[in-house]
Protein backbone atom coordinates (compact mmCIF):
# COMPACT_ATOMS: atom_id res chain seq x y z
CA UNK A 1 0.00 0.00 0.00
CA UNK A 2 1.47 3.40 -1.08
CA UNK A 3 2.81 5.67 1.61
CA UNK A 4 2.15 9.67 1.03
CA UNK A 5 2.85 12.44 3.26
CA UNK A 6 0.05 14.72 3.45
CA UNK A 7 0.00 18.30 4.85
CA UNK A 8 -2.87 17.12 7.61
CA UNK A 9 -0.40 14.54 8.67
CA UNK A 10 2.59 16.55 8.98
CA UNK A 11 0.49 18.94 11.05
CA UNK A 12 -0.42 16.39 13.45
CA UNK A 13 3.39 15.58 13.60
CA UNK A 14 3.39 12.08 11.47
CA UNK A 15 5.42 11.36 9.18
CA UNK A 16 3.61 9.06 7.09
CA UNK A 17 -0.19 8.27 6.15
CA UNK A 18 -0.89 5.16 4.97
CA UNK A 19 -3.71 5.44 2.57
CA UNK A 20 -6.32 2.71 2.73
CA UNK A 21 -8.82 1.90 -1.02
CA UNK A 22 -10.93 3.53 -2.21
CA UNK A 23 -14.09 1.52 -2.48
CA UNK A 24 -16.28 1.45 -5.44
CA UNK A 25 -20.03 2.17 -5.09
CA UNK A 26 -21.31 0.27 -7.93
CA UNK A 27 -24.18 -2.23 -8.10
CA UNK A 28 -26.22 -4.15 -10.67
CA UNK A 29 -28.46 -1.60 -12.62
CA UNK A 30 -26.73 0.99 -12.61
CA UNK A 31 -27.45 3.78 -15.41
CA UNK A 32 -24.87 6.14 -14.68
CA UNK A 33 -20.92 5.39 -13.98
CA UNK A 34 -19.24 8.65 -13.05
CA UNK A 35 -15.01 8.38 -13.09
CA UNK A 36 -12.80 10.21 -11.53
CA UNK A 37 -8.81 10.03 -12.41
CA UNK A 38 -7.79 8.59 -8.71
CA UNK A 39 -8.73 9.37 -5.22
CA UNK A 40 -7.27 12.92 -3.65
CA UNK A 41 -5.57 12.41 -0.20
CA UNK A 42 -8.66 13.76 1.97
CA UNK A 43 -11.16 10.84 -0.25
CA UNK A 44 -9.06 7.89 1.08
CA UNK A 45 -8.33 9.23 4.72
CA UNK A 46 -12.41 9.66 4.35
CA UNK A 47 -13.19 6.86 2.59
CA UNK A 48 -15.69 8.73 0.60
CA UNK A 49 -15.06 9.58 -3.20
CA UNK A 50 -14.88 13.63 -4.14
CA UNK A 51 -14.81 14.09 -0.45
CA UNK A 52 -12.16 17.36 -1.17
CA UNK A 53 -12.57 20.30 0.73
CA UNK A 54 -13.17 22.97 -2.16
CA UNK A 55 -15.32 19.96 -4.45
CA UNK A 56 -18.37 20.76 -6.17
CA UNK A 57 -19.55 17.28 -7.26
CA UNK A 58 -22.09 16.76 -4.48
CA UNK A 59 -23.50 20.28 -4.86
CA UNK A 60 -23.79 19.72 -8.45
CA UNK A 61 -25.51 16.35 -8.28
CA UNK A 62 -28.20 18.28 -6.16
CA UNK A 63 -28.47 21.72 -7.90
CA UNK A 64 -28.68 19.96 -11.64
CA UNK A 65 -31.54 17.67 -10.24
CA UNK A 66 -29.75 14.79 -10.60
CA UNK A 67 -30.53 13.57 -7.03
CA UNK A 68 -33.86 14.80 -5.15
CA UNK A 69 -32.23 15.93 -1.73
CA UNK A 70 -28.64 17.53 -0.87
CA UNK A 71 -26.07 15.06 -0.42
CA UNK A 72 -22.48 15.28 0.40
CA UNK A 73 -19.50 12.86 0.18
CA UNK A 74 -20.57 10.94 3.22
CA UNK A 75 -23.44 9.80 0.95
CA UNK A 76 -21.60 8.71 -2.14
CA UNK A 77 -22.74 5.29 -0.29
CA UNK A 78 -26.39 5.90 -1.85
CA UNK A 79 -25.85 6.56 -4.55
CA UNK A 80 -26.88 3.11 -6.50
CA UNK A 81 -30.59 4.59 -5.06
CA UNK A 82 -31.05 6.92 -7.81
CA UNK A 83 -29.09 4.53 -10.43
CA UNK A 84 -25.70 6.06 -9.84
CA UNK A 85 -22.23 4.75 -9.35
CA UNK A 86 -18.87 5.93 -9.10
CA UNK A 87 -15.52 4.87 -9.09
CA UNK A 88 -12.04 6.06 -10.30
CA UNK A 89 -9.59 4.74 -13.01
CA UNK A 90 -6.08 4.86 -10.97
CA UNK A 91 -6.60 3.23 -7.60
CA UNK A 92 -3.75 5.28 -6.28
CA UNK A 93 -4.56 8.48 -3.70
CA UNK A 94 -2.41 11.06 -4.29
CA UNK A 95 -2.52 15.10 -3.62
CA UNK A 96 -1.90 15.68 -7.48
CA UNK A 97 -1.73 14.02 -10.67
CA UNK A 98 1.80 14.73 -11.60
CA UNK A 99 3.03 11.34 -9.82
CA UNK A 100 0.43 8.79 -11.85
CA UNK A 101 2.73 6.99 -13.94
CA UNK A 102 1.82 5.64 -17.19
CA UNK A 103 1.67 1.84 -16.36
CA UNK A 104 -1.20 3.02 -13.87
CA UNK A 105 -3.11 4.97 -16.62
CA UNK A 106 -2.76 1.84 -18.38
CA UNK A 107 -4.49 -0.80 -16.00
CA UNK A 108 -6.80 1.65 -14.77
CA UNK A 109 -8.23 1.39 -18.18
CA UNK A 110 -7.88 -2.42 -18.51
CA UNK A 111 -10.23 -2.25 -15.06
CA UNK A 112 -12.67 0.19 -15.98
CA UNK A 113 -13.69 -1.52 -18.91
CA UNK A 114 -13.64 -4.52 -16.98
CA UNK A 115 -16.37 -2.65 -14.38
CA UNK A 116 -18.64 -1.40 -18.10
CA UNK A 117 -18.72 -4.89 -19.39
CA UNK A 118 -19.66 -6.55 -16.10
CA UNK A 119 -22.47 -4.18 -15.09
CA UNK A 120 -23.13 -2.37 -18.02
CA UNK A 121 -24.16 1.08 -17.02
CA UNK A 122 -25.65 3.44 -20.21
CA UNK A 123 -23.26 5.94 -19.63
CA UNK A 124 -20.32 6.48 -18.54
CA UNK A 125 -19.87 9.85 -17.17
CA UNK A 126 -16.18 11.14 -16.80
CA UNK A 127 -15.61 13.76 -14.17
CA UNK A 128 -12.64 15.74 -16.42
CA UNK A 129 -11.42 16.33 -19.91
CA UNK A 130 -8.21 14.97 -17.88
CA UNK A 131 -9.89 11.60 -17.38
CA UNK A 132 -11.44 11.61 -20.68
CA UNK A 133 -7.53 11.73 -21.90
CA UNK A 134 -6.47 8.75 -19.77
CA UNK A 135 -9.25 7.10 -21.00
CA UNK A 136 -8.18 7.79 -24.81
CA UNK A 137 -5.02 8.46 -24.78
CA UNK A 138 -5.09 8.25 -28.92
CA UNK A 139 -7.15 11.35 -28.74
CA UNK A 140 -6.05 14.21 -30.93
CA UNK A 141 -7.27 17.76 -30.72
CA UNK A 142 -9.39 19.68 -28.46
CA UNK A 143 -12.06 17.87 -26.13
CA UNK A 144 -15.70 19.34 -25.35
CA UNK A 145 -18.01 18.31 -23.23
CA UNK A 146 -20.91 16.08 -23.32
CA UNK A 147 -22.03 12.83 -25.31
CA UNK A 148 -18.58 12.10 -27.29
CA UNK A 149 -18.16 9.58 -30.22
CA UNK A 150 -15.91 6.93 -28.33
CA UNK A 151 -18.07 4.35 -26.56
CA UNK A 152 -17.00 2.17 -23.80
CA UNK A 153 -17.93 -1.29 -24.46
CA UNK A 154 -21.49 -0.89 -25.15
CA UNK A 155 -21.54 2.15 -22.98
CA UNK A 156 -21.83 5.82 -24.50
CA UNK A 157 -19.60 8.46 -23.22
CA UNK A 158 -20.12 11.65 -21.33
CA UNK A 159 -17.63 14.30 -20.53
CA UNK A 160 -18.19 16.52 -17.63
CA UNK A 161 -15.81 19.33 -16.29
CA UNK A 162 -13.19 18.46 -13.61
CA UNK A 163 -15.23 19.40 -10.16
CA UNK A 164 -12.51 20.24 -8.21
CA UNK A 165 -12.20 23.97 -6.31
CA UNK A 166 -9.07 23.91 -8.54
CA UNK A 167 -10.29 23.73 -11.92
CA UNK A 168 -10.41 27.48 -13.41
CA UNK A 169 -11.46 26.29 -16.56
CA UNK A 170 -14.70 26.50 -16.08
CA UNK A 171 -17.37 28.45 -14.15
CA UNK A 172 -19.62 26.98 -11.84
CA UNK A 173 -22.28 28.35 -14.04
CA UNK A 174 -20.72 26.24 -17.00
CA UNK A 175 -20.28 22.77 -14.38
CA UNK A 176 -24.04 23.39 -13.45
CA UNK A 177 -24.95 23.78 -17.13
CA UNK A 178 -23.12 20.49 -18.28
CA UNK A 179 -24.88 18.70 -15.06
CA UNK A 180 -28.13 19.42 -16.06
CA UNK A 181 -27.34 18.26 -19.69
CA UNK A 182 -26.30 15.01 -18.79
CA UNK A 183 -29.70 14.81 -16.77
CA UNK A 184 -31.82 15.97 -19.75
CA UNK A 185 -30.09 14.01 -22.47
CA UNK A 186 -29.19 10.65 -20.79
CA UNK A 187 -31.52 10.53 -17.51
CA UNK A 188 -34.19 12.36 -18.67
CA UNK A 189 -35.25 12.53 -14.52
CA UNK A 190 -37.91 14.64 -13.85
CA UNK A 191 -37.04 18.02 -12.69
CA UNK A 192 -36.43 16.63 -8.59
CA UNK A 193 -37.37 19.74 -6.42
CA UNK A 194 -38.58 21.81 -9.22
CA UNK A 195 -41.30 24.39 -8.41
CA UNK A 196 -44.82 23.00 -9.34
CA UNK A 197 -45.38 23.83 -12.92
CA UNK A 198 -42.06 24.12 -13.79
CA UNK A 199 -42.33 20.23 -15.50
CA UNK A 200 -43.27 19.89 -19.14
CA UNK A 201 -45.86 17.18 -19.17
CA UNK A 202 -43.19 14.39 -20.87
CA UNK A 203 -40.97 14.88 -17.71
CA UNK A 204 -43.73 14.55 -15.36
CA UNK A 205 -44.90 11.48 -16.67
CA UNK A 206 -41.29 9.72 -16.38
CA UNK A 207 -40.40 8.04 -13.39
CA UNK A 208 -36.98 8.25 -10.88
CA UNK A 209 -34.35 6.66 -12.18
CA UNK A 210 -34.36 3.75 -9.97
CA UNK A 211 -37.49 2.75 -11.61
CA UNK A 212 -36.51 2.53 -15.06
CA UNK A 213 -34.47 -0.62 -14.79
CA UNK A 214 -36.85 -3.03 -13.68
CA UNK A 215 -35.29 -6.22 -12.96
CA UNK A 216 -36.05 -9.79 -13.90
CA UNK A 217 -37.07 -12.97 -12.27
CA UNK A 218 -33.52 -14.03 -11.99
CA UNK A 219 -32.91 -10.43 -10.40
CA UNK A 220 -30.85 -9.10 -13.94
CA UNK A 221 -31.53 -5.78 -14.32
CA UNK A 222 -32.75 -5.49 -17.72
CA UNK A 223 -31.80 -3.08 -20.61
CA UNK A 224 -33.89 0.24 -21.02
CA UNK A 225 -35.27 0.97 -24.51
CA UNK A 226 -34.90 4.31 -23.64
CA UNK A 227 -32.81 6.14 -26.87
CA UNK A 228 -30.73 9.24 -25.88
CA UNK A 229 -31.54 12.27 -27.74
Not at 77 to 84: A, C, S, T, V, Y
Not at 142 to 170: E, I, Y
Not at 189 to 200: C, F, I, S, V
Request: glycine content about 10%.
Amino acid sequence: MPRIISAAASRKGLRHTVLPSLRDRIEPGVEVLFVGINPGVRSALTGHHFAGFSNRFWKLLYESRLVPEPITFSDDGRLPEWGFGITNIVRRATPGIDTLLPHEYAGGRTRLLAKVRRFHPKVVALVGVTVFRAMFPGHKGPVALGRQAQTLGDSAVFVLPNTSGRNANFTYAEMLAAFKSLRRWVCRAPLYGAPPGTLNEREARLPPLSHRFPRSAGGVPRRSRLRAR
